[in-house]
């Protein structure tokens, strides 16, 4: 098997890895959200622990890359406060789907703070992702909105976390990374879970656990999966997991997504898919040149 399809296998399996976690923290019902995401955090913390531990790692990394190890957890942390706040109130596929913004969010952040260069049908891209939101949102500026406002936010601070792993690039092992931005929410979640701890039923606490291991998984096989492929070759199958979280919202919660947010869904894939034609194409000339 190539390294290509080993990084597209991987990128499935992290997807449904994704789309699990947001099923079972639906699943959890009506618990504070920073007591959701400690779960979501601590194991996660625990896992990778382990890998740090048994690659001899630095637990926290080099000192020199402290400023943005802490800015990729701060930026990630809130990004997955915001990402359940809004799988708590949405259609579950709306939530996943707006939470898929995040690429589109980091080429824009990426010219801004570290002045990359955006051809032009990125900016198509972005455009065209941007009304497919629109068509997921339906604003109509009242409180109902709130929590489609806290899936678009979840994307921004996903996409500023990814912008900072880029300026991390290969200086830090992805088990230092994961076991870093676990640690630093666990530490800043624990204090408000133990304040407003609201007590759970024994089958909360495996919803919870399971979905502290299916994030786990994700994050594991995201990482993996573009050590095998650039992003830009493989990077379109990571929105398999809005099909899976579609699935589950029909035949799990009866939740049936309507036409406008079904066409907000094939405009950002669309524009996804529009991305990776266009990068595959660019990386054959190349390739063509370099011959």
């Known amino acids: 098997?190539?390294?290509?399809?080993?990084?597209?296998?991987?990128?499935?399996?992290?997807?449904?890895?994704?789309?699990?976690?947001?099923?079972?923290?639906?699943?959890?019902?009506?618990?504070?959200?920073?007591?959701?995401?400690?779960?979501?955090?601590?194991?996660?913390?625990?896992?990778?622990?382990?890998?740090?531990?048994?690659?001899?790692?630095?637990?926290?990394?080099?000192?020199?890359?402290?400023?943005?190890?802490?800015?990729?957890?701060?930026?990630?942390?809130?990004?997955?406060?915001?990402?359940?706040?809004?799988?708590?109130?949405?259609?579950?596929?709306?939530?996943?789907?707006?939470?898929?913004?995040?690429?589109?969010?980091?080429i824009i952040l990426a010219a801004i703070f570290l002045k990359e260069y955006v051809?032009?049908?990125?900016?198509?891209?972005?455009?065209?992702?941007?009304?497919?939101?629109?068509?997921?949102?339906?604003?109509?500026?009242?409180?109902?909105?709130?929590?489609?406002?806290?899936?678009?936010?979840?994307?921004?601070?996903?996409?500023?976390?990814?912008?900072?792993?880029?300026?991390?690039?290969?200086?830090?092992?992805?088990?230092?990374?994961?076991f870093y931005f676990s640690a630093f929410s666990t530490v800043i979640l624990l204090p408000f879970v133990i304040f407003f701890y609201e007590p759970m039923t024994a089958q909360q606490w495996i919803y919870l656990l399971a979905a502290g291991m299916s994030a786990t998984i994700g994050q594991f096989g995201i990482t993996i999966a573009y050590k095998f492929a650039p992003a830009k070759e493989i990077s379109i199958f990571f929105y398999s997991t809005v099909v899976y979280s579609g699935i589950i919202s029909i035949l799990l919660f009866g939740q049936i997504p309507d036409f406008w947010s079904i066409l907000g869904y094939l405009a950002i894939f669309g524009a996804s898919f529009y991305m990776f034609l266009r990068n595959n194409r660019d990386l054959k000339e190349v390739e063509n040149i370099k011959r």
């Open 119 to 178: 051809m032009r049908f990125q900016v198509v891209a972005v455009i065209i992702a941007f009304l497919g939101t629109l068509f997921i949102i339906k604003p109509v500026f009242s409180l109902d909105t709130v929590p489609y406002a806290a899936g678009i936010l979840s994307a921004v601070f996903a996409g500023g976390a990814y912008t900072v792993l880029r300026v991390l690039g290969n200086k830090e092992q992805f088990y230092t990374v994961v």
């Open 1 to 106: 098997m190539s390294d290509r399809n080993k990084g597209i296998l991987l990128l499935l399996f992290s997807a449904a890895g994704f789309a699990l976690m947001a099923m079972f923290v639906k699943l959890s019902g009506d618990i504070p959200t920073v007591q959701k995401s400690l779960f979501r955090n601590g194991v996660s913390m625990i896992i990778a622990l382990g890998f740090v531990i048994y690659h001899k790692e630095r637990l926290f990394g080099k000192k020199e890359n402290q400023k943005y190890l802490m800015l990729r957890s701060a930026l990630g942390m809130t990004g997955v406060l915001l990402n359940f706040y809004a799988i708590d109130h949405l259609v579950l596929s709306d939530a996943d789907m707006l939470n898929k913004m995040s690429p589109f969010i980091t």
